[in-house]
């Protein structure tokens, strides 16, 4: 059964084995591109593994995934993510099973898949509604995309307030007279409240394929 990369599970009583059944994996048709995707933004991906070792070369192999660890216990996978944040790594964990847990939580970011189980999306810090792999490279660029547009938030706020603020408490008084009105000052703070919220909605029709 190993031979066949099925993962064997024995039921055994104190004496003898009653009864053996080999169990195999079927990756899922998005799980390749998720991976290609995945490392066509820089990342590099890692499968950690309760199965045997012959199981997980060919899971890994079928998913184009060049790293890979297995027969790993739970608190392996928290202790190897672990030893990457050590090593200087951000790392991200995905996952959606109770062994999978203490790794979610360990991890830089926790992401849990939507068909997992309660304690998984408990300890990750982001749950995906769907259990497809390939929305986990659509949030990880959404994210960025995130960022980014609060950074430009930041800077055209910042931008602002450096120019109006100023001008509104009458700096260019003593050059030229000059004082703003309060009406179009109002004007001014909610037209920058607007271009804020306006840059923000840019994101839902955003491309995150």
Excluded: C
Excluded at 47 to 52: A, E, K, Q, R, V
Excluded at 105 to 125: H, R
Excluded at 148 to 167: D, G, M
């Amino acid at each position: 059964m190993q031979e066949e990369m099925q993962t064997v599970i024995w039921f055994t009583d104190e004496q003898q084995a009653l009864a053996v059944a080999g169990i195999t994996d079927r990756l899922k048709e998005s799980s390749p591109q998720a991976v290609r995707q995945l490392k066509e933004e820089g990342l590099e991906v890692v499968m950690l593994t309760g199965d045997n070792e012959a199981t997980a070369a060919q899971i890994a192999r079928q998913a184009g995934i060049t790293h890979y660890r297995a027969e790993v216990l739970p608190g392996d996978k928290a202790a190897f993510v672990k030893e990457l944040q050590t090593a200087g790594r951000r790392v991200a964990m995905i996952g959606d099973g109770i062994n999978d847990s203490a790794a979610l939580a360990q991890a830089d970011l926790g992401i849990a898949m939507g068909k997992g189980s309660d304690i998984a999306m408990d300890a990750a810090g982001m749950t995906l509604i769907s259990s497809d792999l390939t929305k986990v490279p659509e949030a990880i660029r959404l994210s960025w995309l995130t960022v980014r547009t609060i950074r430009q938030n930041l800077f055209w706020a910042f931008i602002y307030n450096l120019i109006a603020i100023p001008v509104a408490a009458g700096i260019l008084y003593p050059v030229n007279g000059f004082l703003l009105n309060p009406m179009i000052a109002g004007a001014a703070m909610a037209l920058s409240s607007v271009s804020v919220v306006t840059n923000s909605l840019r994101l839902k029709n955003a491309r995150t394929r």
